[in-house]
């Protein structure tokens, strides 16, 4: 826990560092024509925005998803659930990250972290109804608590879904989003869509 604290302060201060750079190219010459700042802010936004739901759907976990771990056999349905849940998140942001390195234009479509943020989401609540039947003393003290992390992971994760979103809008917008027959095409093709335009 401690060395995921310690990289998610790195992680701030990188994005407190790339917001400096992003501020001094107002003042800088272009060479290569007009820069845009504006999807790289909104990016880094986004990037802040998702890293700070995710820290919180992390801290819930902790004390919400403790029952799971103890369930044993039962709950072995929900790590299906929550491995698609975390690889669908873990592709769209190695493909946007290594779009963004290696300037490439990013696929038309990536895995839904949506749809598998809504099933993990269904199978956690099917699971408590089946399983968990809490005495007179749990719903007044531990169910209460119980909700209010169970209604703060959800949110955190939806929101978590809706930036990494935005991040893929505002990647494509800045690298280009690859078509089906980009693959097929090379720069002889694209020389002679050029002319005929002109």
Same mark, same amino acid.
């Given at each position: 826990m401690r060395e995921s604290e310690?990289?998610?302060?790195?992680?701030?201060?990188?994005?407190v560092r790339v917001r400096e750079l992003l501020l001094l190219t107002r003042h800088e010459l272009r060479l290569r024509g007009p820069f845009d700042p504006l999807p790289f802010a909104a990016l880094i936004n986004a990037c802040e925005g998702y890293f700070n739901d995710l820290y919180v759907v992390?801290?819930?976990?902790?004390?919400?998803?403790?029952?799971?771990?103890?369930a044993g056999d039962a709950a072995k349905k929900i790590l299906g659930f929550r491995r698609d849940s975390i690889a669908s998140m873990l592709t769209n942001l190695y493909v946007l990250s290594g779009a963004?390195?290696?300037?490439?234009?990013?696929?038309? !479509? =990536?895995? +839904?972290?949506?749809?598998?943020? /809504?099933?993990?989401?269904?199978?956690?609540?099917?699971?408590?109804?089946?399983?968990?039947?809490?005495?007179?003393?749990?719903?007044?003290?531990?169910?209460?608590?119980?909700?209010v992390y169970r209604y703060s992971f959800n949110e955190?994760?939806?929101?978590?879904?809706? !930036? =990494?979103? +935005?991040?893929?809008?505002?990647? /494509?917008?800045?690298?280009?989003?690859?078509?089906?027959?980009?693959?097929?095409?090379?720069s002889s093709d694209e020389e002679s869509e050029s002319d005929q335009d002109e």
């Open positions: 310690i990289l998610d302060s790195h992680f701030r201060e990188s994005l992390r801290q819930c976990a902790l004390f919400y998803a403790t029952d799971f771990v103890r963004l390195y290696a300037g490439s234009k990013v696929p038309r !479509y =990536l895995p +839904s972290a949506a749809i598998a943020r /809504k099933r993990l989401i269904d199978a956690i609540a099917e699971f408590e109804d089946e399983l968990i039947q809490p005495t007179a003393d749990e719903q007044t003290e531990h169910g209460k608590l119980a909700l955190s994760l939806t929101r978590c879904v809706a !930036y =990494l979103e +935005s991040m893929e809008k505002y990647t /494509k917008l800045i690298v280009g989003e690859m078509g089906f027959d980009s693959e097929f095409k090379d």
